[in-house]
Nanobody
Framework: QVHPVESGGGLAQPGGSLRLSCAAS????????MGWVRQAPGKGLEWVAD????????YYSDSVKGRFTISRDNAKNTLYLNMSSLKPEDTARYYC?????????????????????WGQGTLVNISS
């Protein structure tokens, strides 16, 4: 299985912005929902956001709502996460999650978190 490749992480100051990208291979990117998941140091996986295949519906966790924006470019097979008003608690490794349906239900989010099999992710460090 070829994992999507995450990029765009790095060091940013509190209040700053970063843009993460996730490049997927294959011809099925536009068919499935995509999401972002993160894991802070010493903590478990946290679902951050997801977007349906048609780019018409998004979901955000309460911890990032109003600060992060998820988007996708199906022509480029790429998923994005625009992060602003960053906080130290956003420090984590971020992974993209390819769905198995056109949208992520609450059940599908839970199931995907438990399935494991993540790529390398991209590390975000928010510090002054």
């Amino acid at each position: 299985q070829v994992h999507p490749v995450e990029s765009g992480g790095g060091l940013a100051q509190p209040g700053g912005s970063l843009r993460l990208s996730c490049a997927a291979s294959g011809s099925t990117f536009s068919v499935y929902a995509m999401g972002w998941v993160r894991q802070a140091p010493g903590k478990g996986l946290e679902w951050v956001a997801d977007i349906n295949s048609g780019d018409s519906d998004t979901y955000y966790s309460d911890s990032v709502k109003g600060r992060f924006t998820i988007s996708r470019d199906n022509a480029k097979n790429t998923l994005y996460l625009n992060m602003s008003s960053l906080k130290p608690e956003d420090t984590a490794r971020y992974y993209c999650a390819k769905g198995e349906r056109r949208y992520y239900s609450a059940y599908e989010r839970h199931r995907r978190l438990g399935a494991g099999n993540w790529g390398q992710g991209t590390l975000v460090n928010i510090s002054s």
